[in-house]
């Protein structure tokens, strides 16, 4: 590919899969003098994005548990930079990234062009708001962690208002959208009501919110099975929340949202967490070709159809399995991907033929905070079995360890977790600012 002494790998995106390639790409040529590796990111540091509803409710801190792309890129052997990916120019293998501007909007360092010889696109999804009316200008995302932040802020404001005012009337929040994030986020917001009475807000109970998700399909995490969904509404309409299925929505208004039966369901915050999409930036972005919904289609070998000095993964590209399925927009296919692609650029460099990927589906599971969690488990076999309580909790935490070791190895993992376990009893249980 390259006739350069060194071959400069570039990724762009520090997510869940991109940051993983990151470090095991730095670990295996740190010492080398064939290949360096760039990663770029359009913020400074990581958070893993399964973990965004947390940030949403102020169960996690970003400004604390945030990983800063640079001190790990010093610790584990490659680069970092922050930029956005505005452009790619494949005949000369440069990509563009936007100028960086500071708070007044001055710019800090101009548009910039970086060349490469091998490419990787990590950039992830965003959520779609299929052109409905006032998504854009009425609704909240949790798509990166400035969105969650915000989200949090106006959370603990409007609950501020109901502690001064003594008000009757609950906070009452739309969530558009149950699948994972949705429903995730649904528990995570009766969780704030609870802890928010611990820290001083006397007039603040789980009465004191009302959830309304809402889903466009037949029922909850429709992409789950059926037990899945029925576990999961027993659990959330516990917790006080109101489920709408079949409810498809029109427009959203300032004051609340339009759903298709003419009903308008009033709402102090609304979040979209509808559907899935790649940044227009992608759209056939240096003439690759793209699906609709923008992701880059690859071989199977995880390289861009139509050039195989690119590869992309995770939720930005769009890989056909046997079968003629995709592979899902999750954590797990990011991780796996990140590995094969891992192993494909150091087959690359020895020579040495690339190998198709394969998804292996372990399942899935679901987290409602500190109330439950569920699970359908395809591990090792081809039989499914369910698993609820502190068995799916456990699980559920362990996917997230697994990206830690990815990152930090054994050692520092079990040293974050003791970290944490400190942490609980030090800190709040909730960012209370
Ligand atoms: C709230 C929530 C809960 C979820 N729960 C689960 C779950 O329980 N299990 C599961 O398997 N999946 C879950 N997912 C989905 C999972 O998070 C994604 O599938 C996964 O993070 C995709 O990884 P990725 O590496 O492709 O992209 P991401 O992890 O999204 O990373 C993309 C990176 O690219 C950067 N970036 C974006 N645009 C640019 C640009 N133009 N230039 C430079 N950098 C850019 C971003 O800053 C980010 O760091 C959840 C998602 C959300 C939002």
New binding site residues.
């Given amino acids: 590919m390259s006739h350069r002494a060194t071959t400069r790998i570039v990724i ?8 993983e390639l990151a470090t095991k790409l730095g670990h295996a040529y740190r010492k080398s003098t064939s290949a360096s590796v760039l990663l ?4 400074p540091f ?1 958070v ?6 947390e940030v ?1 409710s102020g169960s996690l801190d970003v400004d604390m548990d945030g990983i800063d792309f640079r001190s790990h890129a010093a610790n584990h052997g490659f680069e970092f930079q922050l ?4 452009g790619l120019n494949r005949t000369n293998k440069i990509i563009t ?2 100028a960086i501007y500071d708070e007044d909007r001055s710019v800090l360092i101009p548009e910039r062009q970086i060349e490469y010889d091998i490419l990787v696109l ?4 965003i ?1 779609n708001d299929f052109g409905i009316p006032g998504v854009r200008e009425h609704c909240l995302t ?3 962690t400035h969105e969650a932040e915000r989200f949090h802020k106006g959370l603990l404001n409007q609950f501020l208002k109901i502690k001064a005012q003594k008000k009757d009337a609950p906070l009452t929040i739309t969530i558009v959208g149950a699948g ?2 949705g429903v ?2 649904t528990a995570e917001l009766y969780k704030v009501a609870d802890y928010l009475r611990v820290y001083g807000f006397q007039n603040v109970d789980r009465s004191s919110l009302r959830v309304n998700l809402v889903e466009a399909s037949e029922r909850i995490l429709s992409a789950l099975p059926h037990r899945i969904s029925e576990m999961a509404g027993g659990v959330l309409e516990e917790l006080g929340a109101q489920i709408l299925v079949q409810t498809q929505v029109q427009g959203v208004g300032a004051t609340g949202v339009f759903v298709d039966d003419g009903a308008f369901l009033p709402s102090d915050i609304t979040v979209w ?1 509808a559907g ?1 999409k790649c ?1 227009d ?1 992608l759209d056939q972005i240096g003439g690759l070709s793209t699906t609709r919904r923008h992701q880059v289609i690859v071989r199977p070998t995880l390289q861009a159809q139509d050039d195989p000095s690119i590869y992309a ?5 769009a890989c056909e399995q046997e079968g003629g399925q995709f592979v ?7 991780h796996q ?2 590995t094969a692609v891992a192993a494909n650029i150091r087959r690359h460099m020895k020579g040495k033929p690339q190998k198709p990927f394969r998804y292996r589906d372990h399942g ?4 409602f905070a500190e109330y439950s969690s569920v699970g359908v488990l395809s591990y090792m076999t081809k039989h499914r079995f369910f698993v609820e309580g502190s068995i799916a909790k456990y699980l ?1 935490i362990s ?1 997230y360890r697994l990206h830690q070791i990815a990152l930090h190895g054994y050692i520092n993992t079990a040293l974050t977790m003791i970290v944490g376990r400190i942490n609980r009893k030090l800190r709040p249980r909730l960012k209370l600012h």
């Fill in positions: 762009v995106g520090g997510g869940a899969g991109g940051l770029l990111d359009k913020h990581h893993w994005k399964p973990l965004f509803h949403a930029g956005s990916l505005t990234l936007d990590a950039i992830g999804s959520t949790i798509d990166d994972a994030t995730e986020l967490c899935v940044q930036v993964l995770g939720d930005c590209a899902p927009p999750r954590a797990q296919s990011a991907m990140a899935s599971l679901v987290s559920y996917l």
